[in-house]
Nanobody, 127 residues
Framework: QVHLVESGGGSVQAGGSLRLSCAASGYTYSSYCMGWFRQAPGKEREGVAAIDSDGSTSYADSVEGRFTISQDNAKNTLYLQMNSLKPEVTAMYYC?????????????????????WGQGAQVAVSS
C-alpha cells in the first residue's frame, strides 16, 4: 500500500516562495515516476512537474524556470520548490506516484495514469 503525505503548503504574497514536500512509504518500486499536480476550484487537475526514479525531470510550460522538482531517496521524499509565485497558481497541490517510467505516459503524465495520491496541500498566493 503506497502512502503519500504532502506538507509545506501555506499562504504567501506574490513573488514569494514555498517548498512542498511529499513523504512516501509502502512501495519498493525500482522504477517509478512521481509527479506534482494542482487543482483549483472548478478546474481539472493539471500536471505541474514529474520526476523519474533515475532523476530525469519534466515541467509544464507554465512553471518551467520557476518550479523545481527533486527527490531525496534516502528520505523517500519528493519536493517541489516554487519561486516567483503568482496568484494564479493558487490551488490544492497533490503528489502522485506509480510504477512507470517518465516518458512512457507522456513527459508530464496526466492525472489519470497515476494510482497513488496524497491528500493534498493548499497553496494560496495573494497579490
Amino acid at each position: 500500500q503506497v502512502h503519500l503525505v504532502e506538507s509545506g503548503g501555506g499562504s504567501v504574497q506574490a513573488g514569494g516562495s514555498l517548498r512542498l514536500s511529499c513523504a512516501a512509504s509502502g512501495y519498493t518500486y525500482s522504477s517509478y515516476c512521481m509527479g506534482w499536480f494542482r487543482q483549483a476550484p472548478g478546474k481539472e487537475r493539471e500536471g505541474v512537474a514529474a520526476i523519474d526514479s533515475d532523476g530525469s525531470t519534466s515541467y509544464a510550460d507554465s512553471v518551467e524556470g520557476r518550479f523545481t522538482i527533486s527527490q531525496d531517496n534516502a528520505k523517500n521524499t519528493l519536493y517541489l520548490q516554487m519561486n516567483s509565485l503568482k496568484p494564479e497558481v493558487t490551488a490544492m497541490y497533490y503528489c502522485a506516484a506509480d510504477r512507470f517510467r517518465l516518458g512512457a505516459m507522456g513527459w508530464v503524465p496526466p492525472f489519470f495514469v497515476y494510482n497513488n495520491w496524497g491528500q493534498g496541500a493548499q497553496v494560496a498566493v495573494s497579490s
